[in-house]
């Protein structure tokens, strides 16, 4: 389980752009990875609804 500690994008993509993006995510949203993806130097993290965000840990932290 992870925790939006600093809002942050729901997208449908690795690849982040406005047009990929689903909501903005609250502080206290949490929700199960299901997997960890290296995309060029940046992390993201899979949903268990199969969407993506950011791994950065100033946005999520790990409960």
Known sequence: ???????????DSVKFNESKR???LK?????????IIKVENVY????KSK???????ENVEKV
Do not use: D, H, N, P
Request: a positive charge.
């Open 22 to 24: 689903i909501q903005t």
């Open 1 to 11: 389980m992870y925790r939006v500690i600093k809002e942050c994008g729901e997208y």
């Open 44 to 47: 993201r993290l899979k949903t």
């Open 27 to 35: 502080v206290s949203t949490a929700f199960t990875v299901t997997e």
């Open 51 to 57: 969407t993506y965000l950011t791994a950065k840990k």
